[in-house]
């Protein structure tokens, strides 16, 4: 059930975690002020961290709640604190979008995934392989140490 690349640790993503990717795009969105540039630079962004080596614990389509939930709960985390961070700022609206578009790519081969119509989709199918060969995934541990360091990176970037 589990492969080589993950612990006995409940499965719970669809993807890189998401906070990492909502963080980084945040950080793009509040650190470049034009969103022309910010904005597809976060998108772009998700397929960068996607190729850093990270744990996503290798789940598979169709998710199970846990997955579903577990993701969930990652994705709310990342959000609200991006949230918090970003209020005041005159931009806020923007940042948010930019941490969205860096979660974006997931949500594309989500849909994909689970509706058999947009999966048969010639493009749809090559953006998924796209997707799913450029992943590094590593073991649990490394992987979060991975994931920390590029947070508190973005948190960085993000809270200046």
Request: net charge positive.
């Amino acid at each position: 059930m589990f492969d080589n690349y993950t612990t006995k640790i409940v499965k719970f993503n669809l993807g890189m975690l998401s906070t990492p990717h909502l963080l980084v795009g945040a950080a793009i969105a509040r650190s470049i002020p034009n969103p022309a540039i910010s904005l597809p630079a976060a998108f772009v962004s998700h397929f960068l961290l996607d190729m850093t080596p990270h744990w996503d614990g290798s789940p598979s389509a169709p998710y199970k709640k846990k997955v579903i939930s577990g993701a969930a709960l990652d994705y709310t985390l990342g959000a609200t604190i991006i949230f918090f961070i970003s209020r005041g700022y005159p931009n806020q609206n923007i940042i948010l979008l930019g941490a969205f578009l860096a979660t974006l790519p997931d949500f594309i081969a989500l849909v994909s995934r689970h509706i058999r119509k947009i999966g048969k989709i010639k493009a749809f199918k090559q953006y998924n392989s796209y997707h799913n060969k450029i992943q590094v995934n590593v073991r649990f541990s490394r992987g979060l140490i991975i994931s920390v360091a590029t947070c508190l990176a973005a948190l960085a970037f993000l809270a200046r």
